[in-house]
């Protein structure tokens, strides 16, 4: 009885913990959150035992013994459906947060609720997304007043200068603007050049070799870091992975795998704890009603 005891005050721990912890998360980690509720009620229910069957030992009271013996199976067969409902979670917990995560990020910017949880996580654990940063592509975030480097903006910006060379009407200037485009020209095919396009053609972006600068996306400030530029639209904040035309500071990966682990470690913590209290219940049982019926 000591021994459920003893388990039994460190399951009540154990759930307390991660209620008071992990409340905020419950968007994303509501099994996990409702096991601890669950294995809370199994704590109490586990101490009734140990303390009221300490007492029975003690007095060697045969009706208490019984009594407890009631509890006993209670809490063995209450920690036997944690177990197995502790196992099931685990095994579906990744599809579970990923689909839980991905369904608040799509309403990110109309809902307050998912904009504080996300921002939270994201925060508290340094990353970014679902699975990676780019999931955040598919979210429709408008960042007011943002420099994003496009391949749009960039054509375009080409585009008007070379309609201002065209439309120079002096022998004089086309000459030069000749003699200055061979100019550039030459300088782009030097070496240096070449090698410095290759450099920038596998850098990496976002942890991603080969992503061109041009595609930008629009996070919530959670993604990116403390020295990181980012833009306001009235009370959300925003930043943008080229602002500017450079790589901006953000965090690369995603949340999916930190959610996982958490989610993992609860479920699989609980199932630890149930294994041992299912064999100590178990075992009273008998140890019980031989003292019982012996008195």
């Known amino acids: 009885m000591t021994l459920i005891l003893l388990f039994s ?6 759930s307390i913990g991660i209620i008071g912890q992990y409340r905020k998360y419950s968007s994303f980690l509501g099994p996990q959150i409702g096991l601890a509720g669950y294995n809370l009620a199994i704590s109490i229910f586990g101490l009734a035992a140990g303390i009221v069957g ?13 009594i407890v013996c009631g509890i006993s199976a209670a809490v063995g067969i209450m920690a036997l459906a944690s177990l197995v409902t502790a196992i099931i979670v685990n095994a579906k917990s990744i599809s579970y947060v990923g689909n839980r995560f991905k369904s608040r990020m799509s309403i ?3 809902d307050s609720d998912a904009r504080t ?11 970014c997304g679902a699975y990676t940063w780019l999931d955040w592509a598919n979210v429709d975030l408008v960042a007011p007043n943002a420099t994003i480097t496009t391949t749009m903006m960039t054509t375009t910006a080409i585009t008007n200068t070379a309609t201002t060379t065209s439309t120079s009407t002096s022998t004089t200037t086309t000459t030069t603007s000749g003699s200055g485009k061979s100019a550039v020209l030459n300088q782009e095919a030097s070496p240096a050049n070449i090698r410095r396009r290759k450099r920038q ?23 990116c870091t403390s020295d990181a530029l980012t833009v306001t639209d009235g009370t959300i904040t925003y930043c943008v992975s080229n602002q500017n035309g450079a ?8 949340c999916i ?26 075992v009273a049982i008998p140890l019980l009603w031989k003292m019982s019926a012996s008195v």
């Open 257 to 282: 795998k930190d959610l996982d682990t958490i989610a993992g470690n609860q479920s699989m913590g609980f199932g630890v704890i149930n294994c041992f209290l299912i064999v100590l219940s178990f």
């Open 117 to 127: 949880v996300i921002d939270k996580f994201q925060t508290n654990y340094q990353c």
């Open 247 to 254: 790589v901006n500071h953000f965090y690369t990966n995603g």
């Open 54 to 66: 300490l007492f029975a030992f003690m007095t060697d009271s045969p009706k208490i013994g019984k």
């Open 108 to 110: 990110y910017g109309s």
């Open 201 to 223: 053609a596998v850098s990496s972006y976002g942890d991603i070799i080969g992503l061109p600068i041009l595609f930008g996306v629009v996070f919530p400030y959670s993604c």
């Open 9 to 14: 005050l460190i399951h009540l721990g154990v």
